[in-house]
């Protein structure tokens, strides 16, 4: 699976953005699409994940209520949207698809597909 993801690249504090990944094939065979995201100096959080086949969300507590993570109905591109932006979500943003089950599907595992990731700058 490869994933490219797109998307304007700065925005000013309490604006809007959304992130789009293309994903090279269907989603047989995946069981979550997510966004991630890795600010200097950290480690890479996942934000956002989708469940393929259930209508299921989760999303972390930084970003609850002000990002949506979305696809469209074929299911080949995933988009983040992001509202009332603030300077700490600058990070470079990764969009991702997972193959396996897990207790806790903002955490990743060494068997999941990641796009090559996007800089998104808030001033």
């Known amino acids: 699976v490869q994933l490219v993801e797109s998307g304007v690249g700065s925005v000013q504090s309490g604006g809007s953005m959304t992130l789009s990944c293309a994903v090279s094939r269907n989603n047989v065979g995946l069981v979550y699409l997510a966004w991630a995201r890795q600010r200097q100096g950290e480690e890479r959080e996942g934000v956002a994940t989708?469940?393929?086949?259930?209508?299921?969300?989760w999303y972390a507590d930084s970003v609850k209520g002000r990002f949506t993570i979305s696809r469209n109905d074929a299911g080949n591109t995933i988009y983040l949207q992001m509202n009332d932006l603030k300077p700490e979500d600058s990070a470079v943003y990764y969009c991702?698809?997972?193959?396996?089950?897990?207790?806790?599907?903002?955490?990743?595992?060494?068997?999941?597909?990641w796009g090559q990731g996007t800089q998104v700058t808030v001033s």
């Open positions: 989708m469940h393929v086949r259930h209508r299921d969300w």
């Open positions: 991702a698809a997972a193959p396996g089950y897990r207790s806790n599907p903002l955490k990743f595992l060494p068997s999941d597909y």
